[in-house]
Structures are given as C-alpha cells and as structure tokens.
C-alpha cells in the first residue's frame, strides 16, 4: 500500500512556464508534508514544507497548495528554469508538533526536464 | 551543503560480505534517519536514533543494525549482503524531529 503517491510520473516544461507536481496521502495522521529536491548524485535537499493548518505556502518561486478534504498537496514552480531540472519528492510524517513519529514517507518522485 | 557528512562515498563488494556506513550529523542536531534509496523502491525509511537511543524502525532487514554514538555519529551495518541490497543509502540530522537534512548518500554495491 502506497501511502503517498506523486503525479505525473515525468514532466517536460519549457523555459518561463510553471511546473505543476501532485501528491494525495492516504493517511489522515499526516500533519507534515515536505518537497525535496533530487539532483543525481546527490541527496535530497528540502525545498519547502507545509502543516494542514495553512493552505499554502510560498518561498521564492515554490509554492506549496493543500487540500486538507482532498488529501492532497502541490507543488508549483513559477518561471521555470533548466537549473530546476531535477527529481523531486514529496513526503509526509506526522507528530510534526513533537517531533515524535516524524520518519518521512516518500512518493515515488518526479523528473522534471526544463528545455531552454 | 546540508552539513551532513556520509562517509565512504562509494562501496563495492562481494555477497556474503559486511561492511559500515557512517553519518555525522549536523552540529547539534539529535536526531539521526537511515533511508535506503533503490529503484524499484524509492526512498524507504530505514532507522531513526535519537540521542544515542532507537527511536524508530521502519522494513529494516534482520541482517542489518545501527547505533548512535556519544558525539552522535551514526553507523549503519549491513551483513550478509544480498545483490538487493545494492542501493544509495542516505542519512538524515534533525534537530526539531520534523526538518530532515539528507547527506550526500553512499551508494552501495555488491557484486
């Protein structure tokens, strides 16, 4: 049983546009939920992370959306650039207010390809 | 840079064999995670410490251990290796229990 799930499996987006990337969790404990950001050979950076008591959330060009009802969450990359083109993983954990149970569980990521 | 250092980078050896991971985690943070990243199966959370003591465990095989160390290093021990075992293994610092800083792996294989 695949806890969180991540869609599309790929992406291609041009230069300038806005990348788009899904996840729906089954697990209503979830009260933590991160995008980390894969380049190869490399670990997983954290790129932005979000708690069910806000709807969204923006850092620079990353934005994260949450439906609570839905049980889902995305990421939105605005203007696009080559040097985003990477894997990129959404995860959830609970326990995000003590620290407990806080083991992230992963979706099966992303390759995101930005042409020039 | 997330400050998380793994060492070795590489590892090649044969089935049968044993070999060590080790993790140093950003400075003060307690917390420290084991993730085994593999192909088939994605990022699958391995072990959790916590000031020297197991927190957590998630579909960590019998053949493999941990522990954490007084100055909060980590080791990770994998035994009679299987070819499945062949896969990046990342460790994880945290200091809130929820942020999670990944190191650069060791990718692991066994021939």
């Known amino acids: 049983q695949q806890q969180v799930k991540q869609s599309p499996q790929s992406l291609i987006v041009q230069k300038g546009g806005i990348s788009i990337i899904n996840c729906a969790y089954e697990?209503?404990?979830?009260?933590?939920f991160p995008w980390y950001q894969q380049f190869p050979g490399k670990g997983p950076a954290l790129l932005i992370a979000?708690?069910?008591?806000?709807s969204e959330k923006k850092e620079g060009r990353f934005t994260i959306s949450f439906n609570k009802s839905a049980k889902q969450f995305s990421l939105h990359i605005m203007d696009s650039q080559p040097g985003d083109s990477a894997t990129y993983f959404c995860?959830?954990?609970?326990?995000?207010?003590?620290?407990?149970?806080?083991?992230?569980?992963f979706g099966k990521g992303i390759t995101l390809s930005v042409r020039p | 840079d997330s400050g998380v250092t793994q060492t070795p980078k590489h590892l090649i050896t044969a089935t049968g064999q044993r070999v060590t991971l080790r993790c140093s985690p950003r400075?003060?943070?307690?917390?420290v995670y084991w993730y085994q990243q593999s192909l088939d199966q994605g990022l699958q959370f391995l072990i959790q410490?916590?000031?020297?003591?197991?927190?957590a465990k998630g579909n960590i095989l019998e053949r493999f251990s941990a522990q954490q160390f007084p100055d909060l290093h980590s080791e990770l021990n994998l035994s009679s290796l299987e070819l499945g075992d062949s896969a990046l293994y990342f460790c994880?610092?945290?200091?809130?229990?929820?942020?999670?800083?990944f190191g650069p792996g060791t990718r692991l294989t066994v021939l």
């Open positions: 994880a610092s945290s200091i809130t229990g929820v942020e999670q800083f």
């Open positions: 697990n209503t404990a979830f009260d933590y």
């Open positions: 979000i708690r069910p008591d806000v």
């Open positions: 995860a959830a954990s609970m326990g995000s207010y003590t620290g407990a149970n806080s083991k992230l569980t």
């Open positions: 400075s003060g943070d307690l917390s």
């Open positions: 410490y916590y000031n020297g003591e197991e927190r």
